[in-house]
């Protein structure tokens, strides 16, 4: 069975720092893109960042571009997204995706693994 775990979530006041951690199991997708998408109440799940499979390319929302990096661990079958410069609008549960499709996607519907998500809260 597949599982994606995130890790790494918290409160942390504006201009802060977190790093997301998201490990997968029972299947690898060392090869395959993998990307990381938050969701606000009331809003759709919405498209941050994306990695290729071999890690050497990359793709951000523009609303986080600059501030939050994507990067993996294959070894490790991981992913993490490092946020710097958080701003209170970066609050929302951010979700660990991954795809056994080659080619990097942005929307919701193209990834066919999910995790549970990990609430992220910055404060004013």
């Known amino acids: 069975q597949v599982q994606l775990v995130e890790s790494g979530g918290g409160l942390v006041q504006t201009g802060g720092s977190l790093r997301l951690s998201c490990s997968a199991s029972?299947?690898?997708?060392?090869?395959?893109?993998r990307a990381w998408f938050r969701q606000a109440p009331g809003i759709e799940r919405e498209f941050v960042a994306a990695i290729t499979g071999g890690g050497s390319v990359t793709y951000y929302a523009d609303s986080v571009k600059g501030r939050f990096t994507i990067s993996r661990d294959n070894a490790k079958n991981a992913v993490y997204l490092q946020m710097n410069s958080l701003r209170p609008e970066d609050t929302a549960v951010y979700y660990c995706?991954?795809?056994?499709?080659?080619?990097?996607?942005?929307?919701?519907?193209?990834?066919?693994?999910w995790g549970q998500g990990t609430q992220v809260t910055v404060s004013s």
């Open positions: 995706a991954a795809r056994q499709i080659w080619g990097v996607a942005t929307t919701a519907t193209q990834y066919g693994y």
């Open positions: 029972g299947r690898t997708f060392s090869t395959y893109p």
